[in-house]
């Protein structure tokens, strides 16, 4: 392939991990908004409406590091084309959906769908991206993924309140349509290996271990609960047990037993932890104690994709003077600042205080969220790249939702299931004080974690 190719090649890459970071993470965080409408039209409880954004996050999880297995084997494009295709038909049966359970359906082939683009398409930027434009690439793309996280509850709320929430997934269409066909114009040569098939045995301990650890978290105040999340650690350690035994292991011990994987995954998961529920303590704060409205609310907490974007492009830039791994614990350090502040939220906090402390958590994010990435594949050789950034994917994910059970566990033993009235507004801020506290403390010993990393940079 010449150099022209080469460029137009990586052109398209890029264009088709813009469109797809940015429709998968904008569905994840944008249908929450929708819930209140979504159980009106019908007639859902509460237990069946909070499965429909758990599902997509539980079978993304689950779904994320086989996927990336599978695209090291048999190619990322190929995984990445059929991913879009079930992401995209998944949506417009979601906009059509006609009851609660085809919802939840949809859902559920949207988190495969998206467990097939977003476990590959950074792989897929540095594989097609040469050393000194890959940096830029895989920020850019990260970037572009943090932006969409962020602003989906914006872009949802508007949709909402304008269009109804059919038209939450209506909007993801085109983005899927036109990733799909760039993507054909993409090239790609692989080497397929279709004897290393995936261990069964494997992905279900994984995906066993997965929901029991998320049960647990969304139910940690009940003894159902405790013993969930007993069970899932416990599948967790017989998962990596099994990669030493397994013909075909899910993810190669060669990576699982390696510090610099170990590291990286772990301080990822208590990065992303306090994505969500920072969002949704604040989301309540403003719009219940501080009287703002939802579209009001929803300006103030962009501040923090804003900063995310700047950061996450800029990061490339610094990479010129330093590690990926410095540039990570300075975002790590960021992070863990912006949650400190606030720990000094109170009724009369000034918004000043607020937009300050998002601007600070988006800087970090950037920085880090982009710097892990890079980790991920730089460290490690190419045919590992599927499943090193998938299984940082799942990290993250599963960060988002240990933050929430966290939150919500915390809520419940200081509110129980009381609305949030004047009366409790106290009890609300106190108990909110709580998660930012806990993962501030998390992130500042994470810190430590990209100091001994010492193999290559």
Known sequence: ??????KTTARYALWVSILVSFMVAYISSSVNIALPEIGETFALNSIFLGWIPTSYLLFTGIFLIPFGKIADNYGKKKIITYGIIIFTLASILSAAAPSGTILLISRILQAVGGAMIFGNVYSMIASVFKKNDKSRALSVSVGVSYVGLSTGPILGGFLTQFLGWRSIFAFAVPFGIAALLILLKLEEKVEEDENENISLIST???ALSLI??????SEITTYFGILALILGSLGVLIFIWLQKIVKNPLIHPKLLFDRVYIINNLTSLV?????IFTIFILTLYLQNIKGLSPDQAGLLLSVQSVFIAIFSISESKLLKFLW???????????????????LFLGENTSLWLIVAALAVIGSGYGLSASSSTQISVGYFENKFYGVSTATLNTMRVVGQMMGM??????????????????SNYASFIEASKIPFLIFAIL??????????????N
């Open 405 to 422: 059970g966290v939150t919500l566990a915390v809520l419940n033993i200081f509110m129980g299931q009381s609305p949030l009235t004047p």
């Open 271 to 275: 990065n992303y932890a306090p994505g």
């Open 1 to 6: 392939m010449d150099s022209a190719e080469t």
């Open 443 to 456: 992130c500042y010993i994470s810190i430590y974690g990209y100091f001994i990393i010492r193999r290559k």
């Open 204 to 206: 279900s301990v994984f």
């Open 212 to 217: 029991g650890i998320m049960v647990g978290f």
């Open 324 to 342: 990926p791994r410095f540039i990570a614990a300075i975002g790590m350090a960021l992070t863990a600042l912006g949650l400190t502040l606030f």
